[in-house]
């Protein structure tokens, strides 16, 4: 299952829950402003990004500017870095997307799609079974499709 930290009102994260909504993929959003990734899931996904860690942060984000985080963050450890994005989740770029094997920070139309690629049913189509006249006229049961 694939694990999807955003926030709602972010189009950036909109666009990724489209592209995995369009691959048919199947996740679970957490609102990461509300329920930030723990130190140890921020180093994992970092890890399977291979993405430097300083990268995790939403430079252009108010909480950053607020903080005056661009002169502070070149003298940080990980470990200052890591405990600082835990505890503010509007510090994190977004989206974040993760199946425990692979993850992805923030969005490209390009590579997005690729990465994350799936073959389940999309979480708001019926799984089921209808009853359809073919073109001779005769009836014959297939899978309902999503239109989504």
């Given at each position: 299952?694939?694990?999807?930290?955003?926030?709602?009102?972010?189009?950036?994260?909109?666009?990724?829950?489209?592209?995995?909504?369009?691959?048919?993929c199947?996740?679970?959003?957490?609102?990461?402003?509300?329920?930030?990734?723990?130190?140890?899931?921020?180093?994992?996904i970092?890890?399977?990004?291979?993405?430097p860690?300083?990268?995790?942060?939403?430079?252009?984000?108010?909480?950053?500017?607020?903080?005056?985080?661009?002169?502070?963050?070149?003298?940080?450890?990980?470990?200052?870095?890591?405990?600082?994005?835990a505890?503010?989740?509007?510090?994190?770029?977004?989206?974040?997307?993760?199946?425990?094997?692979?993850?992805?920070?923030?969005?490209?139309?390009?590579?997005?799609?690729?990465?994350?690629?799936?073959?389940?049913?999309?979480?708001?189509?019926?799984?089921?079974?209808?009853?359809?006249?073919?073109?001779?006229?005769?009836?014959?049961?297939?899978?309902?499709?999503?239109?989504?």
């Open positions: 299952m694939i694990t999807f930290y955003g926030y709602k009102k972010c189009s950036t994260c909109r666009k990724a829950e489209k592209s995995l909504e369009k691959s048919k199947d996740y679970s959003f957490i609102d990461l402003t509300v329920t930030p990734p723990s130190k140890a899931e921020l180093k994992r970092q890890t399977s990004s291979g993405i860690t300083r990268k995790l942060f939403n430079t252009s984000g108010e909480q950053y500017k607020l903080l005056g985080l661009k002169d502070k963050v070149g003298s940080m450890n990980e470990e200052q870095i890591f405990d600082l994005l505890k503010n989740g509007r510090l994190i770029k977004r989206p974040l997307v993760t199946d425990g094997k692979k993850s992805t920070v923030g969005f490209d139309s390009e590579s997005f799609p690729k990465i994350w690629k799936c073959s389940g049913t999309h979480k708001g189509c019926p799984d089921e079974w209808v009853v359809i006249r073919d073109r001779s006229d005769r009836f014959r049961s297939a899978r309902r499709e999503c239109h989504q």
